[in-house]
Every structure is written in structure tokens, then in C-alpha cells.
């Protein structure tokens, strides 16, 4: 089955504590992204992939990383994170451009 | 810069009846326009896109969208809505930013309920 899939899918976590959520999609697809999903302010674009060992910054970079070591993954990093960190997370991906997206489940991050 | 308006943030309909979601785009060019799906708890789902050519595009679940260039809008319709429609629905319009990267902007977005 066709699919992006993020892990871990809820995560509560401290002030500063290193934390990576994963990544991976099984269809091939050379452009992947992370977004944030907040209440009154939507969707907004952390970071992107448009293929391996190429990414750039969205539209809210600070206080993430993210690498593409191979196609299928693109794991997101918080190396310190902080309350304004909590946040619904969504990976998609596509096959080309950013337009159709295959979106994963989320990741709902909790950070206190 | 690009932008996508959802005039609605929340509307409710009763099961059956007819459905239009509002979309207004800012954008210079041609624009490549899709509509999203996202259920409760869920990821979002593309529900249909238009690139070119007729303007009336059909989507899945029975959802259609209009282009009108001189309106600058994508309205999504359904003609008789079910109680699993209840969703949030994102419009969003596939632009090219000034460092010349393609980036998807979406709308905030439009909470849809359904009355029995």
C-alpha cells in the first residue's frame, strides 16, 4: 500500500531535549516536506526535499533540521526544543512538485 | 506573494443538502490549484487539483471545483453532502517563490459540519 508513514505518532517531551520524529514513504517520490499545523494559523511549511542531499527552508525553519541521507526517508530534528514547538506535525510527499501531496497520519508533539 | 483565502472558517449543513466551499487565490500567473481533505485525526487527502484546460474539475468522494480566472476563485461544491464529509477542507494554490522554488500555500482552512 501506498503510504507515508511518521513515528512516533504522539510525543510529550521536556524543554531542550533532543528529539527526531521520522519519516519514509514507500513510493518513490522525490519531493518531501514537513509541515506545522496550528489552530488559526493552518498549515505552514517547515522544510523541503525536492530529492537526496538537497533541502531547503520553508517558511518556519527555526529550531529544526532535517536531513535526506536516501529517497524514502526525511526525518525532521529538534535539537532543543521549546514550548512554541508544540504543534501537529504532518511529512508528505510527491512525486515531483509540491503539488500532490501525499500527506502522513501526524505527529502530535507535546513539549513542556 | 501568493495567497489563499477561505473566506469560511467554519460552516454547517444538514445531511443532503448542497455544499460550497469558498477559495480566492493572489497569484500572478496560471495557477495550479488543488483541494484538500483532512478527516478528524487524520493526515490531509487530495480531493481534486486543476491545472489546465475545462474548468469544472471532478473529484473523488463526489466533489467537484470550478476555476473562474476573472473571480480568482476554486469553489468546491457537492450537491448533496453525507454525514462522513464532516472535515476540514483546504484550498491551495502551487506558486513559485522569488528565490524561484515551487512551494504549496494553502488556506487556513474551512471546518465543515454536518447536521443529521
Known amino acids: 500500500e501506498a503510504q507515508v508513514t511518521q513515528n512516533p505518532r504522539y510525543l510529550i517531551t521536556v524543554t531542550g531535549k533532543k528529539l527526531t520524529v521520522t519519516c519514509s514513504q514507500n513510493?518513490?517520490?522525490?519531493?518531501m516536506s514537513w509541515y506545522r499545523q496550528d489552530p488559526g494559523l493552518g498549515l505552514r511549511q517547515i522544510y523541503y526535499?525536492?530529492?537526496?542531499?538537497?533541502?531547503d527552508k520553508g517558511d518556519v525553519p527555526e529550531g529544526y533540521k532535517v536531513s535526506r541521507k536516501e529517497k524514502r526517508n526525511f526525518p525532521l530534528i529538534l535539537e532543543s526544543p521549546s514550548p512554541n514547538q508544540t504543534s501537529l506535525y504532518f511529512c508528505a510527499s510527491s512525486l515531483g512538485g509540491p503539488g500532490e501531496q501525499y500527506f502522513g497520519p501526524g505527529t502530535r508533539l507535546t513539549v513542556t | 506573494a501568493q495567497s489563499v483565502t477561505q473566506p469560511d472558517i467554519h460552516i454547517t449543513v444538514s445531511e443532503g443538502a448542497s455544499l460550497e466551499l469558498r477559495c480566492n487565490y493572489s497569484?500572478?500567473?496560471?495557477?495550479?490549484l488543488f483541494w484538500y481533505v483532512q478527516s478528524p485525526g487524520q493526515g490531509l487527502q487530495l480531493l481534486l487539483k486543476y491545472f489546465s484546460g475545462d474548468t469544472l474539475v471532478q473529484g473523488i468522494k463526489g466533489f467537484e471545483a470550478e476555476f473562474k480566472r476573472s473571480q480568482s476563485s476554486f469553489n468546491l461544491r457537492k450537491p448533496s453532502v453525507h454525514w462522513s464529509d464532516a472535515a476540514e477542507y483546504f484550498c491551495?494554490?502551487?506558486?513559485?517563490?522569488?528565490?524561484?522554488?515551487?512551494?504549496?500555500?494553502f488556506g487556513k482552512g474551512t471546518k465543515l459540519t454536518v447536521n443529521p
Open positions: 526535499s525536492m530529492n537526496v542531499e538537497v533541502t
Open positions: 497569484y500572478g500567473a496560471t495557477p495550479y
Open positions: 513510493m518513490n517520490h522525490e519531493y
Open positions: 491551495a494554490v502551487d506558486s513559485i517563490t522569488q528565490g524561484g522554488s515551487e512551494k504549496l500555500v
